[in-house]
């Protein structure tokens, strides 16, 4: 089993910036890849950003390529995701998760283990 706790999300301005931290717990946090994905209302879950369980590789969808990183730490088994120049478009609820396998993943499908989501609400 692994907990998956979401922290740092809020309310910013357009053109602001965030920080997104997710603890996990219960597995052996570096044989996991991890993802960060967003649901806006009346939309369906989405990818944001996955990193392998090394850190070494990242995926991103095109419309947070150059905007958001995301990164890892291992020793303190924590994943982030630096949010800048943040739209409107961006409010969502942001989900961590864990994947099954440890390399980079570009869907969803290998992700099951989910944290209860953190509100991030960007004002124009």
């Known amino acids: 089993q692994v907990q998956l706790v979401e922290s740092g999300g809020g309310l910013v301005q357009a053109g602001g910036s965030l920080r997104l931290s997710c603890a996990a717990s219960g597995r052996t946090f570096r044989s996991a890849a991890m993802g960060w994905f967003r649901q806006a209302p009346g939309k369906e879950r989405e990818i944001v950003a996955t990193?392998?369980?090394?850190?070494?590789?990242?995926y991103y969808t095109d419309s947070v390529k150059g905007r958001f990183t995301i990164s890892r730490d291992n020793p303190k088994n924590t994943v982030y995701l630096q949010m800048n120049s943040l739209k409107p478009e961006d409010t969502a609820v942001y989900y961590c998760?864990?994947?099954?396998?440890?390399?980079?993943?570009?869907?969803?499908?290998?992700?099951?283990?989910w944290g209860q989501g953190t509100q991030v609400t960007v004002s124009s």
């Open positions: 998760a864990s994947s099954s396998i440890v390399g980079v993943a570009t869907t969803g499908r290998t992700f099951n283990y």
């Open positions: 990193i392998s369980g090394s850190g070494g590789s990242a």
